[in-house]
Structures are given as structure tokens and as C-alpha cells.
């Protein structure tokens, strides 16, 4: 399963790790929201049927629109210093890419095609 693992969903998986190994190094617990958290998103990511989409809502649900955004790092900013900072920031940063690539990919401009052609089409997808 983890050969299967695209580079994405294992970086991301990576970023969710140091947040955790960060976390322990400045003295949270393993039971500590912050690192429970984490690790259910990890574990959940590592078992999801597709974990590209799975990640890609997941960000979306933490990052809903720019005010969403803004509040998280603020919050960040304002309860975590150092190492586990920037890696918040860095988890941070691959979700919003991962987010604006999705969303340019479907936002991608469609061909027109005349009636003609749209005919043709809809034949041979009716023959087929």
C-alpha cells in the first residue's frame, strides 16, 4: 500500500508526522489533543480507499475560504513558537496548493463544438 501512495499524499502525511514529532519535543503529551489529532489524520489518510480526494476535502474542510484561512494562522501564530510553528505553516501551505490545484484543474476551460459536432458525439455515445 505505501509503494501505491502518491508523492502528495505522502507529503502530506509527512507534514501531519512533524507536527507530532514537534509537539512531543516541546513538551505536549501523546494524549494532547494536538497530537491526537494528527495522528487520526494520518491514520485515516494511510487508510482511506482514495486518500488524494480524502486529503483534498480534508483541506477544504479546514480551509474553507480566506477568512478560514486567516483565523487559522492567526490561531497558529498566537498558541505554537519555533520548530512546531513553521511546521503548522508548512502543513499549512501544502493544503492550500493542494486545494488551488484541484479547483484550476476543474476550472479548466471547456472546448465548444458546434450542433453538428455535438450531434456526432451524442450518437456514439448512444451506439456505445
Excluded at 505553516?89 to 493542494?98: A, G, H, M, R, S
Excluded at 484541484?102 to 453538428?116: A, G, L, T
Aim: glycine letters at 2%.
Amino acid at each position: 500500500m505505501e509503494s501505491e501512495r502518491t508523492n502528495m499524499v505522502n507529503e502530506v502525511i509527512d507534514a501531519h508526522k512533524a507536527i507530532v514529532k514537534s509537539a512531543l519535543c516541546q513538551g505536549f503529551d501523546k494524549t494532547d489533543y494536538l497530537v491526537e489529532i494528527h495522528i487520526r489524520f494520518i491514520k485515516n489518510f494511510q487508510s482511506a480507499d482514495d486518500p488524494e480526494n480524502y486529503i483534498y476535502c480534508t483541506g477544504v474542510m479546514i480551509f474553507p475560504d480566506d477568512e478560514a484561512i486567516s483565523k487559522k494562522y492567526k490561531y497558529i501564530r498566537e498558541n505554537y513558537h519555533g520548530d512546531l510553528l513553521q511546521r503548522f505553516e508548512e502543513l499549512y501551505t501544502l493544503y492550500q496548493n493542494i486545494i488551488q490545484e484541484k479547483e484550476n484543474k476543474v476550472r479548466q476551460p471547456r472546448r465548444s463544438v458546434s450542433d453538428i459536432e455535438a450531434d456526432k458525439i451524442l450518437e456514439d455515445l448512444l451506439t456505445n
